[in-house]
């Protein structure tokens, strides 16, 4: 086992649900190098008590892919934070009902009126219930999230495991004046302004592990700069704990794992999605080769937006007869957005006034069929 990949890869370790995960690692961390590392090269605090263990984790940047993967609408993200606020005052293994945590919410939103009698609302809390569930918040013990999702009379008997109160941070500041995510950087930072090469080397270390790479601009200069300096060092630390290799580019860098590694969520993924994009790199790489789309100084490839979809519809062209059905069956218009949609989540583009800027990732991998593929057409690929 090991611990840095574990702890790194995961929203914590409860005792209740993995007991002998949770002393393993316990264990593992006696020795200290584990905390060491998390503590100096990342600016992490390893929290162990007896309900949990837990890294409060942060990145150097937010980034699109970084929310809670289930929720897919603003009030999810707000109804879960009023779950909490309401667990706060609930002891370890106390029971309530639904009904109970409803009312709450209702009482609290205050942005409009929450009517449970409509689906929509139904829905969504019923989203944030079950992720409550799956993380280990909460332990149902009689009914069903399904039978609120058909009544709004209908009621599930909850548990309080007591590990809400550390889902959030704990923040040093007084957060209330906060009006953007700037404020939440700033605040990580604030009792290391003094040593700037403290607050640098984390957030390098910060970026290997939490993004899809470094891209040097005006923002990261000085990072990139770090980066250049300290390559041999950054690499024999990180591969030391991990199966990894560091690639630095003029403009760009990227933190290679093995495939043993697991370090959360990584591209290559194992689904369609992913093949798609390795195959659309493919025919953007033929057409950097051929003259067709010129690579800039900084490696960013700005596009208008139509010859973006070009590039996509070439590919749903070329290479779906390979694609699972769901994706052949699609519409271009409906192809597309899922495509686009996962790479802008991914990092991988960036979309701003009719242009789309693809990121330098798209020049590390390239995906392709066997030889004896059989396009739509007839043609070998």
């Known amino acids: 086992m090991k611990v840095l990949e574990v702890l790194l890869n995961r929203r914590w370790i409860l005792k209740s649900r993995e007991r002998e995960l949770y002393y393993q690692v316990k264990e593992a961390l006696a020795s200290g190098e584990e905390k060491k590392f998390l503590r100096e090269k990342l600016g992490y605090q390893v929290l162990i008590n007896p309900y949990m263990i837990k890294v409060e984790k942060l990145p150097a940047v937010p980034e699109n892919w970084m929310g809670i993967s289930d929720f897919r609408d603003p009030i999810e993200y707000v109804f879960f934070c009023l779950v909490l606020m309401f667990l706060e005052d609930k002891e370890a293994e106390e029971q309530f009902v639904l009904s109970e945590l409803t009312e709450y919410v209702q009482s609290q939103y205050e942005k409009e009126q929450i009517d449970w009698t409509i689906y929509r609302y139904r829905r969504h809390m019923i989203k944030v219930m079950k992720y409550c569930v799956a993380c280990g918040i909460l332990d149902v013990n009689d009914g069903s999230e399904e039978g609120f999702a058909k009544d709004d009379t209908s009621e599930v008997l909850y548990e309080n495991t007591g590990v809400s109160r550390y889902f959030m941070k704990n923040f040093t500041q007084d957060i209330m004046g906060y009006t953007g995510p700037k404020d939440f950087e700033k605040e990580e930072w604030i009792d290391l302004n003094e040593d700037r090469g403290i607050v640098r080397r984390q957030r390098v270390y910060r970026r290997f592990l939490m993004?899809?790479?470094?891209?040097?601009?005006?923002?990261?200069?000085?990072?990139?700069?770090?980066?250049?300096?300290?390559?041999?060092?950054?690499?024999?630390?990180?591969?030391?704990?991990?199966?990894?290799?560091?690639?630095?580019?003029?403009?760009?860098?990227?933190?290679?794992?093995?495939?043993?590694?697991?370090?959360?969520?990584?591209?290559?993924?194992?689904?369609?999605?992913?093949?798609?994009?390795?195959?659309?790199?493919?025919?953007?790489?033929?057409?950097?080769?051929?003259?067709?789309?010129?690579?800039?100084?900084?490696?960013?490839?700005?596009?208008?937006?139509?010859?973006?979809?070009?590039?996509?519809?070439?590919?749903?062209?070329?290479?779906?007869?390979?694609?699972?059905?769901?994706?052949?069956?699609?519409?271009?218009?409906?192809?597309?957005?899922?495509?686009?949609?996962?790479?802008?989540?991914?990092?991988?583009?960036?979309?701003?006034?009719?242009?789309?800027?693809?990121?330098?990732?798209?020049?590390?991998?390239?995906?392709?069929?066997?030889?004896?593929?059989?396009?739509?057409?007839?043609?070998?690929?």
Do not use: W
Request: with cysteine; aromatic share 12%.
């Open 211 to 381: 993004t899809m790479g470094m891209y040097k601009d005006i923002d990261t200069e000085e990072d990139f700069a770090y980066v250049r300096n300290y390559r041999n060092m950054i690499q024999g630390e990180l591969s030391e704990l991990f199966e990894c290799e560091l690639q630095v580019h003029s403009s760009s860098a990227f933190l290679i794992l093995g495939e043993n590694c697991r370090l959360g969520r990584t591209f290559p993924e194992e689904n369609t999605l992913s093949d798609i994009v390795l195959l659309l790199f493919q025919l953007l790489q033929e057409e950097i080769r051929e003259g067709k789309i010129e690579v800039p100084l900084d490696e960013q490839i700005r596009i208008p937006k139509e010859n973006f979809q070009r590039l996509i519809e070439k590919c749903k062209e070329r290479f779906g007869a390979g694609f699972n059905k769901t994706y052949r069956e699609m519409t271009f218009a409906e192809f597309y957005r899922e495509v686009s949609d996962y790479m802008e989540n991914l990092m991988m583009i960036e979309q701003a006034y009719g242009d789309v800027c693809i990121k330098p990732v798209a020049g590390k991998l390239i995906g392709k069929y066997p030889k004896d593929f059989r396009k739509e057409g007839g043609n070998d690929e």
